[in-house]
């Protein structure tokens, strides 16, 4: 099995430009979260997805923020228009259960930096 | 939502048990206590799981005593690459938060 995959790795971006991460979950997997991980915040939750379904977005730090799940094996996070702040690693997890306290695994993150 | 306090950081040496401690003193009946690790440059990565007593699997035990206020992740005979953050977290099926972790340091 692959993993979670992310994509991009890396992605260096001007403030004000849009910005869309990429996640593949593990298949057969019911659940998709979100992270984002700063040295001043630690990792915190975005959003998590139930069957393609947000159950919780109560994370997401504001409307320039949005994630969609279109189907079972992808979903993205985009933000815009992107700030400076925004800059941090972001994780996406899946787990085979519903609910957050199931073993999740977790991506390689994308490093986003916005100048 | 459970509280939970670890200690920032920690120093061993190779070949040594280290045990980390978490303190939830305010844990729910329904809440499980789950220990993740995550090595730089990566996700965090699940370590073990349980409930009440001990579980021990080949990474790691992890020891709750009855009144389940707070639980110890120990790992035996460490090396090198145990170097990492090891996180505790307490939560029932919808939540759960990670905190800022214990950061290990291995010693040769």
């Known amino acids: 099995d692959a993993g979670v995959i992310q994509s991009p790795r890396h992605e260096v971006t001007e403030m004000g430009q849009e910005v869309t991460l990429r996640c593949k979950p593990i298949?057969?997997?019911?659940?998709l979260f979100w992270y984002r991980q700063t040295m001043m915040r630690g990792l915190e939750l975005l959003i998590y997805f139930n069957n393609n379904v947000p159950i919780d977005d109560s994370g997401m730090p504001e409307d320039r923020f949005s994630a969609k799940m279109p189907n079972a094996s992808f979903s993205t996070l985009k933000i815009q228009p992107s700030e400076p702040r925004d800059s941090a690693v972001y994780f996406c997890?899946?787990?085979?259960?519903?609910?957050?306290?199931?073993?999740?695994?977790f991506g390689p993150g994308t490093r986003l930096t916005v100048t | 939502l459970a509280k939970t306090t670890q200690p920032i950081s920690m120093d061993s040496y190779e070949g040594q048990e280290v045990n980390i401690t978490c303190s939830h003193n305010n844990i729910a009946t329904n809440d499980y206590i789950t220990w993740y690790q995550q090595f730089p440059s990566q996700g965090p990565r699940f370590i073990i799981q349980?409930?009440?007593t001990k579980v021990t699997n080949e990474v790691a035990s992890l020891f709750i005593p009855a009144d389940r206020k707070s639980s110890t992740l120990s790992l035996p005979r460490v090396s090198l690459s145990d170097t990492a953050v090891y996180y505790c977290l307490v939560g029932e099926r919808d939540k759960i938060i990670f905190g800022k972790g214990t950061r290990l340091h291995i010693l040769p």
């Open positions: 298949s057969g997997h019911n659940s």
């Open positions: 349980g409930y009440k």
């Open positions: 997890a899946s787990s085979l259960a519903p609910g957050q306290s199931y073993e999740q695994y």
